[in-house]
């Protein structure tokens, strides 16, 4: 069974998100023209995003991060976004040396060793190149839902980062139901991984299979405590992420973004 058969559902409502996903975008790239950006995780929701602004001719870029750690399937699923929707996808990658210094010093498995280790090696593999991806940006979007995890609880469908740009979230109010019903319904690829269980996508030494039951991020950075489970891309520098976290209630296999 497949992840289309596994999580697409239309529910109430489901049109009207779609909408407002759509009017978010188009108004974010009238207010940005030139200046705006989808940070794309190449995960479910990101194809989402990347089919909206395809298929409604929106004048967003498209970035990734290449991190050096990505999974085979990842890095051939850029290159097949980019043949079927005739679009370029920009590549962000550390900077090389940064990498030969930090594996030199802590090892390639650092970040099996401590929560700081994994978290130096996110911030050179994905922080720095965002940052780069951002620059000169005045807006960008993401793929972040308010069910994909405590954490994320309350996420705006816009917000202000902390260097001043507009961060749009359009999927906000999506469930995981929606990114399958889209998914299915349009013909968007995507990742095959998570055909494998794997709801949430990040570099392949950092990622596992889930088994039913378990949290969809327990996937992510498994050996550490729960409390830690964000690379810093959506942390705010009081440790909050986009918003205060709501605890109603625990979040299983929804998926994620980055």
Not at 15 to 23: F, I, N, Q
Not at 85 to 102: A, D, K, T
Request: proline share 5%; with cysteine.
């Amino acid at each position: 069974m497949n992840a289309i058969q596994l999580y697409a559902r239309q529910t109430p409502g489901h049109a009207e998100r779609v909408a407002h996903a759509v009017a978010t975008l188009q108004s974010a790239a009238t207010e940005h023209a030139g200046r705006i950006v989808l940070a794309s995780s190449l995960g479910a929701e990101d194809m989402v995003l990347t089919d909206l602004i395809a298929r409604h001719q929106l004048p967003i870029a498209i970035g990734t991060l290449e991190t050096g750690k990505l999974h085979p399937q990842t890095l051939a699923l850029a290159q097949r976004v980019e043949q079927h929707y005739g679009l370029s996808i920009e590549r962000h990658r550390p900077r090389q040396e940064s990498v030969v210094h930090f594996v030199r010093t802590n090892g390639d498995d650092a970040m099996y060793r401590s929560v700081e280790l994994r978290k130096a090696c996110c911030a050179l593999r994905k922080l720095e190149p965002l940052q780069r991806m951002l620059a000169g940006r005045t807006a960008w979007v993401t793929g972040l839902r308010r069910e994909q995890s405590d954490a994320r609880g309350t996420v705006p469908f816009s917000e202000v980062d902390e260097h001043g740009r507009n961060k749009l979230n359009p999927l906000a109010d999506w469930t995981w139901h929606d990114v399958w019903h889209y998914i299915a319904a349009n013909d968007v690829p995507y990742n095959p991984l998570h055909d494998e269980f794997m709801p949430s996508i990040g570099c392949e030494p950092c990622t596992r299979a889930i088994a039913v039951g378990e949290d969809f991020r327990s996937g992510r950075w498994w050996w550490e405590d729960q409390s830690a489970k964000e690379c810093g891309l959506h942390v705010k520098p009081d440790g909050a992420v986009s918003a205060m976290p709501l605890r109603a209630h625990n979040k299983t296999a929804q998926g994620a973004s980055a």
